[in-house]
């Protein structure tokens, strides 16, 4: 009971000093073992290796597409400048 009510001070001391809470802080050792022990359990040790193949080939298409956008975009800034400058040097 006397936990209870530390953890309603210490909520009503945050509200009132317009302090959000953290639910989600940083991950420890132990919660990272707990994670990797579940995530072992429910997929088994067959299946982990094919699902880090495809959250792989998930990271290198979408940095594939990252990487051609930022491409097309410089290439369209490149055509663009050229058209400015001789459109100012015929007026």
């Given at each position: 009971m006397r936990g209870l009510?530390?953890?309603?001070?210490?909520?009503i001391i945050m509200l009132q000093v317009n302090v959000k809470?953290?639910?989600?802080?940083?991950?420890?050792?132990?919660?990272?073992?707990?994670?990797l022990i579940i995530v072992l359990l429910l997929f088994g040790g067959r299946k982990i290796p094919e699902l880090m193949r495809g959250l792989g080939r998930g990271v290198r298409e979408f940095n594939d597409a990252k990487s051609n956008v930022q491409r097309e975009i410089e290439e369209g800034m490149k055509d663009k400048e050229p058209q400015s400058n001789t459109t100012t040097a015929q007026k």
């Open positions: 009510s530390i953890f309603v001070l210490q909520l809470p953290v639910l989600l802080g940083v991950l420890g050792t132990q919660e990272i073992i707990i994670i």
